[in-house]
């Protein structure tokens, strides 16, 4: 196979940090030699996750076996996943916050027509829903667990509790059509396409401030690999909270 450098979009720091936590977890177990340094394993796992790359091309430019990129990139997710924060453990960040923004989006996965289970009517395509929370300037706050994609948006914000969870603290915050009837602390635009007067006024200004937070998602698909996901679905979670983590972190 022919193998070719190539870089990604990510800085230093990120690859800093997931060293030191491979680092880390090696001392814990024990490990006493691998075919990659903890430095080479951070940049394996970054180019997968950044760039989407496959464990065959990983394989290949990394000259280790197709078993150890995905032992090696397994072992880093889970790794990071478990930093990721919980709703209960973002609360605090958010009750800072003048408002926050709630998003959800469904994140393509390879499935065949018979998934249904799996097949977003919206987006027509199969999927995996994934729910988020941004601050005012559209930094990301936190991500949800993922459902599968069949699950409308207020159907799957209420499984994770989330405008209970706002209420509760009295947290205003901003989301589309998809969520009416979430509660009085989720503020949505009027529904309706020739709305006039102040209607149409106020649906202008929510807009505005709801474009902001539409950053946070497009954060979280900067990373590749999130744009087509080929894994089993009991991993995408794992993989949504280890980009959070790397994204909170940097």
């Keep these: 196979m022919l193998v070719y450098p190539?870089?990604?979009?990510?800085?230093?720091?990120?690859?800093?940090?997931?060293?030191?936590?491979?680092?880390?977890?090696?001392?814990?177990?024990?490990?006493?030699?691998?075919?990659?340094?903890?430095?080479?394993?951070?940049?394996?796992?970054?180019?997968?996750?950044?760039?989407?790359?496959?464990?065959?091309?990983?394989?290949?430019?990394?000259?280790?076996?197709?078993?150890?990129?995905?032992?090696?990139?397994?072992?880093?997710?889970?790794?990071?996943?478990?930093?990721?924060?919980?709703?209960?453990?973002?609360?605090?960040?958010?009750?800072?916050?003048?408002?926050?923004?709630l998003d959800g989006t469904v994140l393509p996965i390879d499935r065949i027509a018979a998934d249904r289970t799996y097949y977003s009517g919206k987006n027509k395509h199969h999927g995996m829903n994934v729910q988020v929370l941004a601050d005012p300037a559209g930094r990301l706050i936190w991500a949800s667990d993922v459902l599968p994609g069949a699950v409308h948006d207020l159907t799957a914000?209420?499984?994770?509790?989330?405008?209970?969870?706002?209420?509760?603290?009295?947290?205003?915050?901003w989301a589309d059509k998809a969520y009416q009837g979430a509660g009085a602390a989720v503020r949505v635009p009027f529904r309706g396409k020739n709305l006039r007067g102040w209607r149409r006024r106020h649906n202008r200004d929510h807009a505005k401030i709801r474009s902001l937070g539409e950053r946070a998602m497009a954060t979280v698909k900067c990373w590749r690999l999130l744009r087509k996901l080929r894994c089993s679905t009991t991993r995408i979670t794992a993989v949504v909270r280890a980009v959070v983590a790397l994204e909170l972190a940097t």
């Excluded at 914000?157 to 915050?173: E, Q, S, W």
């Design 157 to 173: 914000a209420r499984t994770h509790g989330i405008p209970a969870a706002l209420a509760a603290d009295d947290v205003k915050c």
């Design 6 to 101: 190539s870089g990604t979009d990510l800085s230093s720091r990120t690859l800093q940090h997931l060293s030191g936590l491979l680092a880390g977890h090696r001392r814990r177990i024990g490990s006493r030699w691998r075919r990659l340094t903890c430095g080479r394993q951070a940049v394996l796992v970054l180019a997968h996750l950044r760039c989407g790359d496959t464990y065959a091309r990983l394989a290949a430019g990394f000259r280790v076996g197709i078993a150890t990129v995905h032992r090696y990139i397994r072992e880093a997710v889970d790794l990071l996943a478990a930093l990721a924060p919980t709703l209960e453990q973002a609360m605090p960040t958010v009750r800072k916050k003048a408002y926050v923004s």
